[in-house]
Antibody
Framework: EVQLVESGGGLVKPGGSLRLSCAAS????????MNWVRQAPGKGLEWVSS????????YYADSVKGRFTISRDNAKNSLYLQMNSLRAEDTAVYYC???????????????????WGKGTTVTVSS | SYVLTQPPSVSVAPGQTARITCGGN??????VHWYQQKPGQAPVLVVY???DRPSGIPERFSGSNSGNTATLTISRVEAGDEADYYC???????????FGGGTKLTVL
């Protein structure tokens, strides 16, 4: 069974740090790009960051650029999100999601997320 | 950055057809994906690339995309379809994945 399991969430003070993990199983993790997506309480989904299968390409939302770092360890089938300088507005459920691409003649024309974890909750509060 | 606009809510009676729209500038030139999220659960992909369905998703879920509007259509709506629905596209200019604000589907 294809599965993603997040961990590492918790309560942290503003300005603090937290490292999230996502353990993948049931598929060849090293073949897929991955995403982090978050959802603030009562709000919609917000894409946070993505990383290519070999870590060559990394992207961040403007709201977290310079504070968050995405990484992966293909030998451990794991995805990570290092979150520094946390703010109250970073409070959210954080999901990891597998990234799928549609290509035509080798050119990517779309990206979507076909498998999601259950999420881990991050609360930033004093 | 690219913006996707969804109505906050849509209501429909059981057995009827629900249509949830997603507006964006020339969205018809992009591939649109739809996710269903029930309370307390993770999102689930229900339609990708405008109109394709992942395995296990009922044929009652379909999608279309043209001009400035993409539409998720749910036929023969059931109580179990009550959820939040989000559209998503890839903004190739920034390589960002963009979500709409979400639409709450209420089954009357």
């Amino acid at each position: 069974e294809v599965q993603l399991v997040e961990s590492g969430g918790g309560l942290v003070k503003p300005g603090g740090s937290l490292r999230l993990s996502c353990a993948a199983s049931g598929f060849t993790f090293s073949s897929y790009s991955m995403n982090w997506v978050r959802q603030a309480p009562g709000k919609g989904l917000e894409w946070v960051s993505s990383i290519s299968s070999s870590s060559s390409y990394i992207y961040y939302a403007d709201s977290v650029k310079g504070r968050f770092t995405i990484s992966r360890d293909n030998a451990k089938n794991s995805l990570y999100l290092q979150m520094n300088s946390l703010r109250a507005e970073d409070t959210a459920v954080y999901y990891c999601a597998r990234k799928c691409a549609r290509t035509i003649f080798g050119v990517v024309i779309s990206y979507y997320m076909d498998v999601w974890g259950k999420g881990t909750t991050v609360t930033v509060s004093s | 950055s690219y913006v996707l606009t969804q109505p906050p809510s849509v209501s429909v009676a059981p057995g009827q057809t629900a249509r949830i729209t997603c507006g964006g500038n020339n969205i018809g030139s992009k591939s649109v994906h739809w996710y269903q999220q029930k309370p307390g659960q993770a999102p689930v992909l229900v339609v990708y690339d405008d109109s394709d369905r992942p395995s296990g998703i009922p044929e009652r879920f379909s999608g279309s995309n043209s001009g400035n509007t993409a539409t998720l259509t749910i036929s023969r709506v059931e109580a179990g379809d009550e959820a939040d629905y989000y559209c998503q596209v890839w903004d190739s200019s920034s390589d960002h994945k963009v979500f709409g604000g979400g639409t709450k589907l209420t089954v009357l």
